[in-house]
């Protein structure tokens, strides 16, 4: 079994604390500045005029690490980090079979 088969999922919300260009400027640079043990999977900016929010997905073999890697940006950025699970996995919790995807559609009743 491999390590990131272990890994849980977190959820970030970051804020850029002085705007986007230091934190592109930085990530352009020096790259995401992940230590090992944490992969990256994804990130969304919010489409408004300050791009100044990023959502992003990562996983990690421990949660220590998700700190090491804040604190390598904490001149930048300040972020919420919430641990997540699968839509599938919460289904199976509460005893349900579910492959996430959507319903098929019920027929209309005269």
Known sequence: MRAS????????????LHGPGP??????AQGRM????VRFIDSWIVDD??????YEVVD???PALLDVWMERWADLISAEV???IRSSEAAARVGCVWDGRAAPP???EP
């Open 49 to 54: 005029d300050r791009l100044d929010v990023c």
């Open 23 to 28: 934190v592109y400027e930085r990530a352009a």
């Open 60 to 62: 990690a073999d421990d």
């Open 82 to 84: 919430v641990p997540v």
């Open 34 to 37: 992940l230590p090992e043990g």
């Open 106 to 108: 019920t027929p209309n």
């Open 5 to 16: 088969d272990l890994a849980m999922l977190y959820f970030l919300k970051t804020r850029y």
